[in-house]
């Protein structure tokens, strides 16, 4: 019994089966456990660790307390502990309630203020690293270590790719870069490489290899690729029995179909002034992040199930780690993706796209309360913010709470694995059956733990 | 606090059986010579005949010829080694091709590449920074020289558990204890308060790879609770931690004249990182003159709940094996001796595991799966053997005969079963689809390098220099660019320098090397007992436009128009370099009237031959016939 089904899924996975011919298709045949209520993911990743205590997250409390040590602070929750300071350190900014919800948000995001209505705010997150590494790979696949599969490979492995001329999963990065840990960050882990995710550029050629080589002309390619069909129809027909041999043929039909449907979905250009502008695409400042979530919502128009967005790249200057310089660096990341994604909320909204795209906004960690320094903030993996909005999510709502210093998750605590768990269950895969053999055992994306938050969902 | 590392089961049902519990399971039992009139052929044709089958035809000498040298050196035959085998294709012939590849130094280089991946080998840390490891390539050196010595597999085995306890005055020793230390690591920021956390995962690591790589078994399933579906309990996890928990990162400076200088131990800090990283010296792994440290089993794996305290030992379901775990005694407490104690029970004649799982390692490689298909998990959970008397038998002939590797390679290159054809067969096929009997040699997929040196090999462009620093050859700039913050230099035009073997490319955790990672070579976190063979687009899309195929293809192009007077010559030579394979006469026309069309299509421009003829080295070097072994 065990068997046959480890070498069914290995099947699947090494692309030997007989579902590999259709493997590179539509749907891969695969079907969601129950009926999902989002068929995309876009995951803005705030890479560095924004402040839940000067974003979604107000404590009055700090105000009354700033200077003062906080009752709560221990010393070795600090990343830096020999900067990190027990003293309160107030918000600079103010926070007021938005929409008929009341959500309460900082003066830094005036334009994702409009859309608290739309926001499912968790106020309860915890991780378990206050490393960024250990702590992106948590965010990313559910574990510290590397070598785990990411949430795109684990969607992509249950669900299949909807798209028949583009990867299922895609990964914008920011301007500066990978964040750290590179392409761990979005590795297939030990299932097959096909489940990897594919980074794309928001200008010039979207993805490596994707451009004819010089010289050749598509009508050369055209040329190069019939003569190759034909090399590997007879050699799949000498041996019948091999399906990855059909699966080789498909995957050439697909890469020439890519070459020109990737150009096309990068080619921003197709867009109204109205909406590149509404992108902050004639901005400096918005420009980058902007092209990506309106690369974004292409990608998902178009099927593809997950987008990943990284606002900040390289190390922790320039992302949201702000060590040294809270307001300096929140204003400048603020600014950079504010309105990039109010647009992309009422975008995708406005096209009908919202109601089955799942938005998810978060870092690997949040920040701590304290003084580092005098004017930044450690690490926080104790207790942060995300808001979800979107596919199958409770608009206008606020969920949990952390103490009264925004330190510690406090009530209604959601662990990433909880929040994995609720991300599968609205695209319709109960966590603890998506699974995958594996050195002895079956892993999952939520190890041993994970409950879906039913309170998160409409 | 960090959780601790942690592992379930869903879907194995309450009731499970668990005969491994019972020193029955097939993998624990005592490892006896079946006997056998014929070898191997005798074993696969009973269970061919057992089935109303029987073996194929004799493999044409061309295609033979072709799948012994990919199998062996990981090389296509020049056209000089093919015309000079093609002229006598005898048995006795053949006896000597086989003699003289196991004897070439390509020989490591390829089968030491197999080794690397238990060894989750890469040139960089992994975790943070992804910062340099300028010496790890010597533990890679030391793989392919021992593979290319055919050192005995018990010394193998000792040299990198314990090298240092064996003979702590040779370098190769030191270097060899790089194993354990092959994993993802942090130097530069470990958070303080998970300091602990990430030493003991450190620690899991070398557990985990052991307990795989040699044993095949999944022994780091106890790390939080008593195993599920094998009979290990925690306390056989934590008995193992005992033997490694006192050692520390290790550095030996190798001076001038090869002599060791003193080991430094770089105990696990929040930032770790030596000066050392400059010169020459072995990452190896010690605990000289470290006080013994106590090892308890941790509740639920959490260091922050110690439960009893053990001593080293090996697990109490395996300690029926005539191996003994044999503790040095001495009247101080020390932790000398620990895991030489260890290495030598694991390669001792007496554990029936070590020598199935090498023999199976083996066979593998040259069939493109094991007889244990789930090579790193002789467990309840992984495959049983499909021929356990051929097991048990090449398990034998590798321990009765000295550990040495190649007189079982030779056994096995020398078979009927080996050296039948590949062909399919419908009614054997419909008997047994996967071809799991062996009713032909089964077709199958080559891995990353072989695909890229056999490209190098047909344009002539392979540099064969062996050993030292890895090399870094181009990375499309779209990759390059995404990853800032990895210092690959940005190579416009390759030449020589990165035309070496695969094996020799620098292997960076955070930007693997993507002509590679796209046809599955493993990611370096954890130890890869079976490489997986995907198919994708991007696969698709590289091989097809990337500069380096697209730039051998020249070179052959220019190669092959230089020695012959036409364009039938000089296809039919492409084609043979590419395929070592004589096309039949209609694939010669195909070809022929593919590159009259290209040359017509690049009417006008002065090397229009040459552009034809790399046009054909393109499809070629991207079709299945070129990516298989058959």
Known sequence: MQTDRRTFLQSIGAGFGTLAANALLASDGKKPHFAPKADSVIFLFMYGGPSQVDTFDPKPALKEWADKPVPVYKKEDGFFQDETKPTAMPSPWEFKKYGQSGIDISGLLPNISRHADKLCVIRSMHADSNNHGPALNQMNSGFIRPGFPTMGSWLGYGLGNASNDLPGYIVLLDKNGAPVNGTINWSNGFMPARYQGIPFRSQGVPIANLSRPEGISEMDQRARLDFLKEQNEKYAWLHPDDSALQARIEAYELAFRMQSAAPEVTDLSLETDFTRKAYGLDNETTKYFGRNCLLARRLVERGVRFVQIYSGGNTGPSAWDAHKDLFGNHSRQCAQTDLPVATLLSDLESRGLLERTLVIWGGEFGRLPTHQGSKGRDHNPFGFTYWLAGGGIKPGHIHGASDDFGYHAAEDKVHVHDLHATIFHLLGLDHKDLTYAHMGRDYRITDVAGEVVHSLLA | ?630
Not at chain 2, 169 to 184: L, M, Q, S, V, Y
Not at chain 2, 290 to 316: A, D, Q, Y
Not at chain 2, 414 to 427: F, G, M
Not at chain 2, 486 to 515: A, C
Request: glycine share 6%.
């Open chain 2, 1 to 630: 606090m960090p959780r601790p590392f942690q592992c379930f089961l869903a879907i194995l049902p309450l009731a499970v059986s668990l005969p491994a519990k019972e020193a029955g399971h097939w993998a624990f039992a005592p490892l006896e010579k079946p006997s056998s009139h014929c070898g191997i052929d005798g074993f696969v044709l009973q269970k061919l005949e057992g089935a109303g089958l029987g073996f194929s035809r004799k493999e044409s000498p061309g295609r033979l010829l072709r799948r012994v040298y990919l199998d062996v050196i990981g090389i296509p035959p020049s056209l000089e080694e093919r015309a000079a085998w093609l002229a006598d294709p005898s048995d006795a012939n053949y006896e000597k091709v086989v003699d003289s590849l196991l004897a070439r130094p390509q020989y490591g280089e390829r089968w030491g590449r197999h080794w690397l991946d238990l060894a989750r080998y890469a040139d960089t840390n992994g975790l943070h920074q992804d910062s340099d490891r300028p010496n790890a390539w010597r533990y890679r050196d030391y793989v392919i020289n021992s593979f290319n010595e055919d050192k005995p597999y018990a010394q193998f085995i000792r040299e990198q558990i314990a090298g240092d306890e064996l003979d702590s005055d040779k370098a190769e020793n030191w270097i060899a204890t790089g194993f354990c230390r092959n994993g993802p690591s942090n130097e530069e920021n470990v958070a303080k308060n998970e300091l602990e956390a990430y030493r003991l995962d450190q620690m899991d690591d070398v557990i985990s790879t052991i307990s795989q790589v040699f044993l095949a078994q999944t022994l780091a399933c106890a790390r939080c609770h008593d195993h599920k579906t094998d009979p290990f309990v925690q306390k056989d996890y934590y008995q193992l931690l005992a033997v490694f928990n006192t050692t520390v990162p290790t550095y030996v400076p190798i001076n001038e004249n090869l002599t060791l200088g003193k080991p430094i131990l770089v105990p696990i800090k929040q930032r770790s990182k030596t000066k050392l990283s400059e010169g020459s010296y072995a990452r190896a792994l010690s605990d000289i003159g470290l006080p013994p440290k106590e090892t308890h089993i941790l509740i639920r794996g959490n260091h922050m709940t110690p439960g009893e305290l053990v001593g080293s030992g090996i697990p109490s379901s395996l300690s029926h094996f005539p191996a003994k775990f044999k503790l040095p005694v001495s009247p101080a407490p020390t932790t000398f001796g620990r895991r030489l104690a260890l290495a030598n029970w694991i390669a001792s004649p007496g554990n029936p595991l070590t020598w199935r799982v090498m023999a199976n390692r083996i066979w593998q490689h040259h069939f493109g799966k094991g007889i244990v298909e789930t090579a790193s998990d002789f467990g309840n959970y992984g495959d049983r053997p499909s021929h356990p008397e051929l097991l048990d038998w090449l398990a034998c002939e590798l321990r009765d005969n000295g550990g040495h590797l190649k007189p079982i390679h030779k056994k096995i290159l020398l078979s009927k079963t080996y050296r039948q054809s590949s062909a399919y067969k419908r009614e054997a096929s419909s008997i047994d689809p996967t071809a799991k009997l062996l009713w032909r040699f089964p077709p199958h997929r080559m891995e990353a390098e072989v695909i890229r040196d056999s490209i190098l090999q047909a344009s002539g462009n392979l540099n064969t220099e062996a050993g030292g620093p890895g090399i870094k050859p181009r990375v499309p700039s779209e990759i390059l660019e995404q990853s800032k913050r990895n210092t690959w230099p940005k190579v416009t035009n390759e030449n020589k320098e990165h035309w070496r073997r695969s094996v020799y490319i620098y292997i960076k955790r955070q930007l693997p090397m993507p002509m590679l990672s796209l046809f599955d070579t493993p990611d370096p976190s954890q130890t890869c007992g079976a490489r997986f063979r995907s198919t994708t687009p991007t696969q698709s899309l590289a091989l097809l436009n990337d500069e380096f195929t697209n730039e051998q293809a020249r070179h052959l192009a220019k190669c092959v128009l230089a020695g012959t007077q036409n364009t039938r010559e000089a296809v039919l030579e492409a084609y043979l370099r590419i395929f070592s394979i004589a096309p039949s006469k209609d694939d010669l026309e195909k070809a022929i009237s593919f590159v009259d069309s290209r040359k017509i299509a690049q009417d006008g421009k002065t090397d229009s031959e040459k552009l034809a003829i790399a046009d054909l080295a393109v499809v070629l070097f991207n079709s299945s016939q070129f990516v298989y072994a058959d």
